[in-house]
């Protein structure tokens, strides 16, 4: 069974510009947390923009909803900030027939310490598993996008 | 959904003992994994044995059997060596009702790289979305421990 | 011999905010280094500040002066951003009969690859060792702060 | 001022080997942990052997005092378990005019809480800095080989 990997930005792909003394957007990272896993399930993974979520507008929106709409798998993982993670699973929830899971992470993955490669590995559990939807995997829970937001406050999402 | 984790060794929780100038099975890593991935379900853990799997026997085998056939819970996560993984998701097959899974790594959890901490993400989501019945979980699939092995020298679980 | 440790800030010291989406200078991370370098040898930590050094100017600096030159210890390890650690390292050339050493990273402390616990054992070694003056130490190199600087473009520093 | 890094093995290359579910000495780490460092001193590297310090013998250590004999180096750093470094350094005592100095590690640079990365950054330093003679560099302090011995317990060295 393959998975469909789109990646957005977000939290989980800062890295550190020294030049800048600034986290910003960098490289995917997922792809070297799937190799360090040792994982044997197909993929394929492609970037379709890197922003902080907080960036993100209507047009990015239609974008990732126009390219997964036209995409002919069916389980689809998309990599996403957790600002607005929530409105982009909202934007997806006219597709159907596909597993479309939205995961992140509250620290960069390049952190030491970081619950990237866990969500990681949680989220592609889901994408697998779970019947057609919208799906918000964080924190070791699924979430329905109609019923979930992010607590800012205590860094984690919740159900609504 | 409450999560019980029986933890029964192998290289997931080894650590290096500088006094034996060897590594050892120490206590179990899962937990400290868990509040790095700041999860939020709810979960209780214990400790059966701390064995490298190549050292279980069937007496170790009955007792996690045991164990788990009395215990209330339903979604019951095993962290186990991966050697004789198989051999012990097999001995666990009578047991009905429950969702059962298998997870451990090929590098333990406490190295800068290592399997750990995406495998232990991909099993917990495995244990709440899986119907009842026995899965082995790594290299982020799901295998029925009856078609299923190790290829020591691939270092990666197979069907068969 | 005692060390006394001062810190400044700077990207050592970087952690990531969630609730701003942004790295921040946080609590200083030598401690926590020293502490899994399991070191023997005594020293003092005091906080002067929590600079991005971009952000330092000449009453910061006068401030650091002071208080080391009131210092009774002779044996000083500044940790300080690197952007402007050559331009403070000038402004403590009139002290003397001290060896005051001055060292920071490239990449936080808190990242899975960094410069900065290498840096620290390195500058650790250079404050017990050098005789009495003010040094940065940097990429494995000691300088002297008339003739080094910061280039940005190749992160690193360099005689000039 | 180009310094000659020669390893042996010991603690600080140990990887974990699944096939064989244990720890072994594996290629030499400081070449990693130097890149990582962003170092930009001269060195060369050369691996004499790849054991466990308790598994030297003398014939090891004469070969060991014989290449750093005629090394036409004199800035030299020897990689080396922590059990009987004390033991080899003694076995250099009679080489003149070279500055010589043992480090290791009580954890294996591999694991993400080591002593490996800072005691190779203060080893470097010490190699840069001291006069001639052999010294043994761990947990932030320069030992005289007369006068050192590592306890065990404590997982220190200490002086005696």
Redesign the interface.
């Known amino acids: 069974m393959k998975i469909k990997i789109y990646t957005t930005g977000g939290?989980i792909d800062?890295i550190?510009f020294?030049?800048k003394?600034?986290?910003q957007v960098g490289e995917p990272q997922i792809v070297e947390?799937?190799r360090?896993?040792?994982?044997?399930?197909d993929y394929e993974l492609e970037s379709l923009m890197r922003k902080?979520s907080?960036d993100m507008d209507d047009a990015d929106r239609a974008l990732i909803a126009e390219r997964i709409r036209q995409d002919p798998d069916s389980r689809i993982l998309l990599t996403h900030?957790?600002?607005t993670m929530v409105e982009t699973a909202r934007a997806l929830l006219g597709i159907e027939g596909k597993t479309i899971v939205l995961v992140g992470s509250?620290?960069?993955a390049?952190?030491?310490?970081?619950?990237a490669?866990?969500?990681?590995?949680?989220?592609?559990?889901?994408v697998?598993?779970?019947p057609p939807g919208i799906y918000v995997?964080m924190?070791?829970?699924?979430f329905d996008p109609l019923h979930a937001r992010k607590n800012?406050?205590a860094?984690?999402?919740?159900a609504v």
């Open positions: 939290t800062k550190y020294d030049q003394s600034e986290f947390l799937l360090e896993a040792n994982i044997t399930f902080d907080l900030g957790t600002d509250m620290q960069p390049r952190l030491r310490y970081s619950d490669v866990f969500n990681i590995g949680y989220a592609i559990a889901t697998q598993m779970m995997a924190n070791g829970q699924v800012v406050a860094h984690r999402f919740e």
